[in-house]
């Protein structure tokens, strides 16, 4: 348990596991809560060009600001895009300002960066962006916009260290795209070719961090399962920490 994932104290060797060794966990600590660290590369990147002209010490909260910014402005441009197209566009302006703040000053923002969790400030800052790029590409398909896609999609996974938050965004996503290819008045093959580029290009970046997170969970979860910690823990133990309320 001496050498944890932590790509703050040395972002270098995190890009270095995460392109030689994916799938390999051996540095974990046991019971890490995550088997999708791999998703957090570019995070790691972020730390290791930025640590080469600023403090260490000032990475993660440089990193927590650019997402605060991110997540606020395109909001606002996703809200603002979206009375232009569908209501009238005189209040565009207004409602981008409206989107912005309102998205920013909300108490689960407080909570997120109070806390400054890293895969939950992410997500703050880069969904947005991503649901912002999905606007643009389903409502007028281009090769510019399908890069920005792309590139969205894979800043958007920095959020996907915790697995289950990524099935929680996709929760949002897929309806999000179906209200969009019914809301443009699409004729029904175009629809189902913006449904499926959208999520082909999604689900493509995606990838490096899905096939090595489903390796990992098939042939080393029994680990855990058979470990000391886990067959300690039973009902006896349950119920005394039940009893003391820890």
């Known amino acids: ?15 270095e596991r995460s392109i ?28 290791w060009v930025a640590e080469k002209v600023l403090p260490q ?31 009238k ?19 689960w923002t407080v909570w ?44 958007f996974t920095s959020s996907c260290v915790i697995a289950t938050l990524f099935i929680s965004d996709l929760l949002l996503i897929i309806p999000f795209v179906v209200f969009l290819i019914f809301a443009f008045k699409l004729e029904k093959r175009e629809r189902w070719r913006r449904f499926r580029n959208t999520f082909l290009i999604f689900g493509i970046t995606q990838l490096f961090w899905i096939l090595p997170f489903i390796f990992y969970t098939f042939s080393s979860s029994g680990d855990l399962v058979d470990s000391y910690v886990n067959r300690s823990i039973t009902s006896s133990i349950i119920d005394l920490e039940s009893g003391m309320q820890t």
């Open 112 to 155: 997120i960066f109070y806390q400054n969790l890293a895969p939950f400030t992410s997500n703050f800052g880069f969904l947005p962006l991503l649901l912002y790029s999905i606007y643009l590409y389903i409502k007028n398909p281009s090769n510019k916009k399908a890069l920005l896609l792309f590139i969205s999609s894979l800043i």
């Open 89 to 107: 566009k005189k209040y565009s302006q207004l409602g981008l300002l409206l989107g912005g703040i309102i998205y920013v000053s909300t108490l």
């Open 20 to 47: 030689e060794s994916p799938a390999w966990r051996g540095y974990r600590v046991l019971g890490f809560g995550s088997e999708s660290e791999q998703a957090d590369v570019f995070r790691a990147v972020f730390y």
């Open 57 to 87: 010490s000032s990475l993660g909260q440089i990193f927590g600001l650019l997402c605060l910014f991110v997540g606020s402005w395109f909001m606002g441009e996703l809200t603002g895009l979206i009375i232009k197209d569908f209501f």
């Open 1 to 15: 348990g001496n050498d944890n994932y932590s790509p703050e104290l040395n972002p270098g060797l995190t890009v």
